[in-house]
């Protein structure tokens, strides 16, 4: 059968993928930031997952305010990344697995999840500037890849719990999947950070330090947060964290934590990096 060999959470900042393309990772301000990555790498390297789920927040490039799912999952064959306005290079299509994908839709769908499926689906910065993160050389990403977005943008947002439940979801449907397979969770987004309003630039490093240590020790303390309660302490941009939670929801309950890496600011936020291996 297919198995979750582990999960990463990385932040996804556009600001990155910028740094990214001009070639600025040993630039002064970038180092601390990007030496966080290379053990994490080499664990992918090592382990050559066959597929990547990829549990990111789009922003307005394949959905809009005036209709914006909680979840959506793809269901096609390669994923295309478009111009979102951030002056980020347009990247080559990223490839997909129908079949898994579809397994996965049937799964979730029959554990009470509803999803909008796409058999063409879009993908921005918050899953392509992770991917770039975890793999600088496109040509060595064993994984295909199949992108759940969750809604972090139009409240009402999917609490805390349901994300964590729908991860439980996802890690039951991996299991179920009949293809021995080694799959990795990838959650992207945060930490804490706001954007707009008199908070603009807020970062609460002792929540992220709590959020990262509870991930692993104790994910249900945080499932017990509502969403104005992560506003609260994390920014209005904080709430990524549900995605967080969805990753550690589908590894199960024990989990090994190979590697952790925390750097603040980075375009005003708290960037978070975290490598759990799935003990189950």
Request: proline fraction near 7%.
């Amino acid at each position: 059968m297919a198995r979750i060999v582990g999960g990463i959470c990385t932040s996804h900042i556009p600001a990155i993928g910028a740094a990214i393309a001009r070639g600025a990772q040993d630039d002064d301000y970038w180092r601390p930031f990007f030496k966080g990555y290379p053990p994490v790498r080499d664990w992918l390297a090592e382990t050559k997952p066959d597929i990547a789920i990829m549990i990111y927040n789009d922003h307005g490039l394949n959905f809009f305010l005036d209709k914006l799912p909680t979840f959506a999952i793809g269901a096609a064959a390669e994923y295309q990344n478009a111009d979102e306005g951030w002056g980020l290079p347009t990247l080559p299509p990223y490839a997909g697995d129908p079949e898994f994908s579809w397994h996965l839709i049937e799964s979730l769908v029959n554990d009470e999840f509803d999803l909008t499926t796409c058999q063409e689906m879009l993908v921005d910065h918050a899953f392509t500037v992770p991917i770039a993160l975890l793999w600088p050389d496109r040509s060595t990403m064993t994984a295909k890849t199949v992108p759940i977005s969750v809604n972090t943008v139009q409240h009402p947002l999917p609490t805390p719990k349901r994300c964590y439940d729908l991860g439980v979801a996802v890690g039951r449907a991996v299991a179920s999947h009949p293809e021995d397979l080694k799959v990795v969770v990838i959650a992207t987004g945060g930490l804490s950070h706001q954007l707009e309003g008199k908070r603009a630039g807020f970062i609460n490093k002792a929540f992220d330090e709590m959020c990262m240590r509870d991930l692993i020790e104790d994910p249900l303390a945080l499932t017990r947060f509502s969403i104005h309660e992560l506003v609260e302490h994390a920014g209005s941009q904080g709430v990524e964290l549900i995605m967080w939670l969805a990753m550690r929801g589908a590894l199960g309950k024990d989990v090994a934590k190979l590697h952790s890496h925390y750097h603040i600011p980075v375009s005003n936020t708290g960037a978070g990096l975290l490598l759990l291996e799935n003990a189950a």
